[in-house]
């Protein structure tokens, strides 16, 4: 079946510095890759998605890559803020009628 | 454009009783699917209806659960008897196409506690 294995956290770093969340995934077919924020209190917000091997998705400074060779969809953004402290889920949709989560990556922003 | 509405926010109920979690999609959309959070944890699917249809329930317990979506009106999660190991936060996703392709949009949840 399909699932999502995510870099454990919690991660923090530094205002301005460089964030990677690590994504790989197991699936049938060629499916379609997110990755999602959820606030504190708040429901999941959609951050990006990437539907074909090789696309990127991209948002508010954030970035992924679907790569199909590594079964990868790693989450990266060049310069981090305190506003960005959030968890971070990794998604992964396509033939299932649901999607399937990562379980979620803490992320907090020091000033 | 009004998002996905969930209501109760938060909900508490002691063991035994009944917990009804209502969600309304987002205007234009016909499918909804529900998801459950525990603690520390990421979402794992419960249920996927369409309209007066029960698709996928696949990720449901057997026993005490159930849910719908009528022809009008929200669509209801139900948990019967409740215990504390339901104490979660329950989100409602609705999208415009059925699929894994498409993007769903979250409701803010429903955060249930079982005393």
């Known amino acids: 079946g399909n699932s999502v294995t995510q870099m454990e956290g919690p991660v923090t770093l530094s205002e301005e510095a460089f964030l990677t969340i690590n994504c790989t995934y197991t699936?049938?077919?060629?499916?379609?890759l997110f990755w999602y924020v959820q606030y504190p209190g708040e429901g999941l917000q959609l951050l990006l998605k990437?539907?074909?091997?090789?696309d990127k998705g991209s948002n508010k400074g954030f970035e992924a890559t679907y790569r199909k060779e590594t079964t990868s969809f790693h989450l990266e953004k060049g310069s981090v803020q305190v506003s960005d402290s959030a968890v971070y889920f990794c998604?992964?949709?396509?033939?299932?009628?649901?999607?399937?989560f990562g379980s979620g990556t803490q992320l907090t922003v020091l000033p | 454009n009004a998002g996905v509405m969930q209501n109760p926010r938060h909900l508490v109920r002691r063991r035994g009783q009944e917990a009804r979690l209502r969600c309304s999609p987002m205007?234009?959309?016909?499918?909804v699917y529900w998801y459950r959070q525990l603690p520390e944890e990421g979402l794992k699917f419960m249920v996927y209806l369409q309209k007066e249809n029960i698709i996928d329930e696949s990720g449901m317990p057997k026993e005490r659960f159930s849910a719908e979506f009528p022809k009008e009106g929200p669509s209801i999660l139900r948990i019967q008897q409740v215990v504390r190991g339901d104490s979660a936060a329950y989100f409602c996703?609705?999208?415009?196409?059925?699929?894994?392709?498409?993007?769903?949009?979250f409701g803010p949840g429903t955060r249930l506690t079982v005393t």
């Open positions: 699936a049938t077919g060629y499916p379609s």
């Open positions: 996703a609705s999208s415009p196409t059925g699929g894994g392709d498409y993007e769903q949009y």
């Open positions: 990437a539907t074909k091997a090789d």
């Open positions: 205007k234009g959309h016909s499918h």
């Open positions: 998604a992964l949709g396509g033939s299932a009628r649901q999607l399937t």
